[in-house]
């Protein structure tokens, strides 16, 4: 405040403000400038990326004063604000979405044109923000756009990786994984070297009593890194809120390096320190529904909860309010159990630094926080041990035993007569070595606990959460069912589409309220309607064609269908079975007769996703779609009416060009396994159809769209224990179509059978624990049905538009409004008006 511009100066200084681009020709001025002077680059010197360096440093420019505007009003409206804490942000590509939030798009179009460049391929030289391994990452990024769209004080809080999620290159048709170093150019991102916090690891704690008797707690020694804040502006749609995503880079707390080592010599070492403390945020974990325990994992942890906290709290402080209303002025949302840490430190500060009675600070801490599960698989639960916990954390592990103990106190008095509860419950698993148990400590620490779908939050609390439930009651358990920005996911990546919805529904409101949509049902019978929506579908499949012409060097035919599996690569969400279905058609068209396959509809098989680097099974799955590939298409005998196509590195960017161009997408997990999944959505919403299991979101996609319209299979979730068991008393008979496929597979037709022998057994042998064959026939005759329907093109396409019409629930806007509702109890702040 000391160093704002005095009252009489102000309106010189307003003039000087810059304005929105009121024509193409201010666009193009301030691009031309800075690429002549900030990138010192001429008119003979202009290649497509400077292009893009100078279109998005003059967006920058522009959602700067938004940014700095919303800011200060947040700051001044002191009213309860968001802080979501998620160590993944996929945010995928910035300037498109900039330009279209804050609806310029057309004239820095126009402008572009203008000075000699299409914007489509200006956009295209920006390298991917992938800072997040698949769903739950690109749902935090999706939560973001929604929070500025409608107007929600929210900041996000994360990491700033230097290394994404690796580039995946398929060599021989395996996976490689290269480094993806993403930083060279990175208009987005304002360090703020102003802003530090020093984070303090390992160390001992300190116990004494101070002149009046207190006790008093101090964690000393160890060493000290210091964060340092990177913020990128998160605009929202169609208002000039511009949100905040507060990243922490590492950085050696003792300046630059050690000079004294320097000066004697020693140059290498000296530098030492500071490369160890640059390590901690320099890459993102690969795993995916996958916990490793790594120390390093742990670090970053620490090192990003208390960073944030560090300066949630001196925000508040500055406040002047009493403790008392501090959870009456932060929310902060944990996604997943990564950020649990926050819980134990927000305890630490209150009770070792602000001198908080232990209840008081508890009850602070309980009615700030909230905990989203994206999972139930148990191995992406997280667990540390506690000599880590112990060394790195000393002090936080102390904090942990007494939370503990006055939960297992309360549990005592309350549940008397069980006492094996106490040990199911406690947050110190008593394994060799004991371990912390973060999910418990989560639920124990928040006053909300939600799942992302209907179907997970059910399972949440009668399996992996049942005594929690026992325990505090049904009502701190709920649930927020996922979904999807339309601004990225239907404007930006399906403009044609969005522009003939807006031609039938008189403008884009559709795109802040998603409900919208349901008024296109009234055009499904409209001719020109109909006619333009088929040409959309089909010029986006001929731009997905065009991708895997490029990238795999294959021919497909777009008026075939499109038959799409992209995320990542995992066992329970049965990659495997799409494969092995697909070798199943190709086995039965070897077979055909030429009449037979005249009636089969020519189709693609596309697949995309990374594998985890040390997930040996999930990358034999990669290479076998390859190997099939590579035989598949090169038969003659085949042509058309089969293609299989591995697209490397799958990522955001590429799925904004693969969403809009399916017929039929597969969503095929084991029953009860994926927990929402959110791709599902997008398919959806770009007028694709989708085959799957009933499980996660597919169910309440399902409810609204119709259940005419949507191919589920498989057994269901309730059936799965009983299935297994089966499995594992060798009570059942392997399919006998999954048996062909894994003749030819053992013959050899895909190469060296030994190379799948891990795969095949997995299901013969050791128990299909993720139910291949129970669901293999069911899956297979609902691909003969899809065969059948996609015949008749008019009923498709009726199906396609009625479903596109009915997802106006699946938008993240619904979600973040009952998320504000349920469990921040937070408020839109409407914007002032600009120059305010
Ligand atoms: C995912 C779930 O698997 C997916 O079903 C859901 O749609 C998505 O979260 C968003 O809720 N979970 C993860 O991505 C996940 O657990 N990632 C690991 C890095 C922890």
């Known amino acids: 405040v000391e160093a704002s511009i005095p009252e009489p100066q102000r309106e010189a200084w307003k003039k000087f403000t810059p304005k929105p681009f009121t024509s193409p020709d201010e666009f193009s001025k301030e691009a031309v400038r800075h690429i002549e002077t900030t990138l010192a680059r001429s008119l003979f010197n202009c290649d497509e990326t400077a292009a893009y360096s100078g279109t998005a440093l003059a967006f920058r420019d522009r959602l700067v004063l938004d940014w700095n505007k919303t800011q200060q009003n947040q700051t001044f409206a002191d009213q309860k604000r968001v802080y979501y804490l998620s160590l ?38 920006e390298h991917d923000a992938a ?119 590492s950085k050696a707390a003792s300046g630059e390096f050690d ?147 006055f939960f297992l106190q309360y549990v005592e008095r309350n549940f008397p007569k069980d006492r094996e509860m ?50 505090y009651g049904p009502d701190k358990f709920t649930n927020v069912t996922n979904g999807i920005t339309p601004r990225r996911w239907l404007h930006q990546a399906n403009p044609k589409l969005s522009e003939l919805i807006a031609s039938k529904l008189g403008g884009h409101g559709f795109l802040k309220d998603l409900t919208g949509l349901h008024k296109l049902e009234s055009f499904v019978d409209d001719k020109d309607f109909r006619k333009e929506w088929s040409e959309i579908k089909y010029a986006n499949k001929v ?22 599996q992209v995320k990542r690569i995992h066992e329970y969400k049965r990659q495997q079975l799409n494969i092995f279905g697909v070798i199943h058609r190709y086995l039965a068209i070897k077979e055909m007769s030429p009449e037979e396959r005249k009636k089969l509809a020519p189709r693609v098989s596309i697949f995309g996703g990374k594998a985890a680097p040390g997930y040996w099974m999930a990358k034999t799955v990669i290479h076998l779609i390859n190997q099939v590939g ?77 259940e005419n319209n949507i191919f589920l299979f498989g057994n269901l979730a ?29 013959g050899g037709m895909f190469g060296d059978a030994n190379a799948f022998s891990a795969l095949v057994n997995g299901i013969v042998d050791h128990g299909d624990y993720y139910l291949v064959s129970d669901d293999f026939a069911s899956y297979c005759q609902t691909h003969d049905l899809i065969d059948e329907a996609y015949k008749n093109q008019e009923e498709w396409l009726t199906k396609c538009i009625t479903s596109v019409a009915r997802m106006g629930f699946f938008s993240s806007d619904r979600c973040i409004d009952e998320y504000a509702e349920m469990i921040w109890n937070v408020e839109p702040l409407v914007p002032k008006e600009n120059g305010a």
């Open 543 to 564: 731009r997905l064609a065009k991708l895997i012409k490029d990238a795999n060097g294959v021919t497909v035919n777009p008026a075939a269908l499109f038959d799409i």
């Open 422 to 471: 106490l040990g199911r419950v406690s947050i110190i698993e008593e394994s060799q070595p004991k371990m912390v148990r973060m999910a418990h400590i989560a639920i124990v620490g928040s006053h909300k606990v939600n799942g992302v779908a209907e179907l997970h939050s059910d399972l949440i609390k009668t399996t992996i959460f049942k005594d929690f439930v026992k325990i």
């Open 259 to 405: 000079f004294q080592k320097f000066n004697s010599g020693e140059y290498e070492s000296s530098v030492a320190d500071q490369q160890r403390a640059e390590t901690i945020s320099a890459v993102l974990y690969p795993n995916d529904n996958l916990d490793r325990g790594k120390e390093l994992r742990l670090k970053q942890q620490y090192f990003w909860c208390a960073a944030s906290l560090y300066d949630i709290v001196r925000r508040f402080k500055k406040t002047k309010r009493a403790w008392a209303d501090f959870s009456s002025q932060v929310a902060i949302q944990l996604n997943d159990t990564h950020p649990t840490l926050a819980i134990v430190e927000l305890q630490r500060i209150l009770v070792d630094q602000e001198g908080l009675e232990w209840d008081e600070a508890w009850n602070i801490v309980q009615n700030t926080f909230g905990y989203t599960n994206h999972t139930v698989l148990p191995e992406a639960l997280e667990k540390w041990s506690v000599p880590l916990m112990q060394h790195l954390l000393p002090r936080h592990l102390q904090i942990i035993y007494e939370i503990n103990l």
């Open 88 to 125: 993944e942000f996929l945010m995928g590509r910035a300037l498109d979405n900039a330009m279209l939030n804050v609806g310029q798009k057309e004239t820095a179009r126009q402008g572009l044109a203008d000075i000699g460049f299409r914007i489509e391929d200006v956009i295209q030289q």
């Open 718 to 746: 309730e059936d799965v224990d009983e299935l297994r068991h089966a499995h594992l008393y060798g009570e059942y008979t392997l399919d006998s179509g999954l048996n062909k496929v894994f003749e030819a597979i053992r």
């Open 131 to 249: 800072l997040g391994n698949g769903g739950l990452g690109r749902l935090a990024a999706c939560f973001l756009d929604s929070m500025a769209s409608l107007n929600y004080p929210a900041w996000g809080y994360g990491l700033r990786y230097r290394y994404g999620i690796f580039k995946q290159e398929i060599v021989d048709g395996y996976q490689v994984e290269v480094p993806d170093y993403w930083l060279d150019f990175n208009p987005w991102e304002f360090p703020r070297h102003d802003i530090t916090v020093d984070i303090q690891f390992y160390g001992h704690v300190n116990r004494f009593q101070d002149d009046t008797g207190k006790t008093i707690t101090q964690w000393e020694g160890g060493e000290i890194v210091q964060a340092v804040a990177y913020d990128v502006p998160v605009p929202g749609y169609d208002t000039p809120t511009c949100n905040n995503l507060r990243l922490w880079g």
């Open 630 to 706: 590579k035989v598949v298409n090169n038969d003659k005998d085949v042509g058309d009416l089969l293609k299989v196509i591995f697209l490397e590195d799958y990522n955001v960017s590429k799925a904004e060009i693969i969403c809009p161009a399916s017929d039929i997408s597969e969503h095929i997990s084991t029953a009860g396994t994926e927990a929402s999944g959110t791709s599902n959505m997008k398919f959806v919403l770009n007028g694709g159809l989708i085959i799957g299991t009933c499980d996660g979101a597919n169910i309440e996609i399902t409810r609204e769209i119709g």
